[in-house]
C-alpha cells in the first residue's frame, strides 16, 4: 500500500555530518507532514524535526542550530541534514508521514506512516 524507506545512517565520528533521506511510495494521494522520530537504547522515542506539506518546520531543542529537515514534495521525501553530530545522538531514526491514500477511487483519511528506521552512530 504505502512504503516509506530510509537511507543514510552510518557511523560518523563526533562532530560529522550526515545526511538522511525518507522516500515514500505507493498508493499515495497527498502527504502532509513528515518528519523524523529518534530512540536510543533504554529511551522513548522522541520527535527529532517535522515538516508540514507547506515547508513549515519544527525541532527538538537539543537538535536546533544542528540539525535541518527539509522534504521534495515531486520526489515525496523527506531529507534530514544532521551537521555536528554528537554521541547522544546515536539512536534509531525512523521517519513518518501523514499521508491520504487512493484505492479504487476513493480517497481514505489521513493515516500516519512510518519508516523501519535507520541506525546512526556517533562515536567520541
Known amino acids: 500500500q504505502v512504503q516509506l524507506v530510509e537511507s543514510g545512517g552510518g557511523l560518523v565520528q563526533a562532530g560529522e555530518s550526515l545526511t538522511l533521506a525518507c522516500a515514500a511510495s505507493g498508493s499515495i494521494y497527498t502527504i502532509g507532514a513528515m518528519g523524523w522520530y529518534r530512540q536510543a537504547p533504554g529511551k522513548e522515542r522522541e520527535l527529532v524535526a517535522s515538516?508540514?506539506?507547506?515547508?513549515?518546520?519544527n525541532y527538538a531543542d537539543s537538535v536546533k542550530g544542528r540539525f535541518t529537515i527539509s522534504r521534495d514534495n515531486a520526489k515525496k521525501t523527506v531529507y534530514l541534514q544532521m551537521n555536528s553530530l554528537k554521541p547522544e545522538d546515536t539512536a534509531v531514526y525512523y521517519c513518518?508521514?501523514?499521508?491520504?491514500?487512493?484505492?479504487?477511487?476513493?480517497?481514505?483519511?489521513?493515516?500516519?506512516?512510518w519508516g523501519r528506521g535507520t541506525q546512526v552512530t556517533v562515536s567520541s
Open positions: 513518518y508521514a501523514l499521508i491520504r491514500t487512493i484505492r479504487n477511487g476513493v480517497v481514505r483519511e489521513p493515516d500516519n506512516f
Open positions: 515538516v508540514t506539506s507547506s515547508s513549515s518546520t
